[in-house]
């Protein structure tokens, strides 16, 4: 069964660029027919879809972060990562890293990340 | 992008009521590509439901989803303690994907 795994800073500071990498176990990236996305959550709210790449480096993101998202993979690591720059205290939230085909079955636990000086 | 609108807020049901949870759309959603979660607190969304209607592996039978179009229901056919919890909708039809705002289970 197919795990994923959040890692990266828990805090950042205004302005600077929010890293994560997302680890995948129990299953390839390589050649798979899954999407990998990154979802967040601000603490007692709803769910937003940032974006997904596909396993032949073709991403999309949400309109709304577009400008400043950045979604990749590394085969080598069986891992996908995602950057996020500019980020004021409006990004803070749980970031989970999820993999589906549309519909999303396995999510990562989630890690939280902060946004404060 | 599609807006999904979830209702009510909050349903404030019994053990072994009948919970119904509604999912409207801003436009018609590409093939009934709807999927619904569970989210407990300080844990990941579950995924229940896929393709509107098709029940993800393991979910028990008291799950079900239906709907077309830009309508669509979750129903709990008898909550069961452990199925209180945040329910959302999301829709997989057309990019952005989008999330309801959610709607809470709570014990009556």
């Not at chain 1, 980020?87 to 939280?112: K, M, N, P």
């Amino acid at each position: 069964q197919v795990q994923l795994q959040e890692s990266g800073p828990g805090l950042v500071k205004p302005s600077q660029t929010l890293s994560l990498t997302c680890t995948v176990s129990g299953g390839s990236i390589v050649g798979s027919t899954f999407y990998w996305s990154w979802i967040r959550q601000p603490a007692g709210k709803g769910l937003e879809w940032i974006g997904r790449i596909y396993p032949t480096g073709s991403t999309n993101y949400t309109p709304s972060l577009k400008s400043r998202v950045a979604i990749s993979v590394d085969m080598s690591k069986n891992q996908f990562s995602l950057k996020l720059s500019s980020v004021t205290a409006a990004d803070t939230a749980v970031y989970f890293c999820v993999r589906g085909r549309g519909w999303f079955d396995s999510w990562g636990q989630g890690t939280l990340v902060t946004v404060s000086s | 992008e599609s807006v999904l609108t979830q209702s009510p807020g909050t349903l404030s049901l019994s053990p072994g009521e009948r919970a119904t949870l509604s999912c409207r759309a801003s436009q018609s959603v590409n093939s009934n590509y709807l999927a619904w979660y569970q989210q407990k607190p300080g844990q990941a969304p579950r995924l229940l439901i896929y393709g509107a209607s098709s029940r993800a592996t393991g979910i028990p039978d008291r799950f079900s989803g239906s709907g077309s179009g830009t309508d669509f229901t979750l129903t709990i056919s008898r909550l069961e303690p452990e199925d209180f919890a945040v329910y959302y909708c999301q829709q997989y039809g057309s990019t952005p994907w989008t999330f309801g705002q959610g709607t809470k289970v709570e014990v009556k």
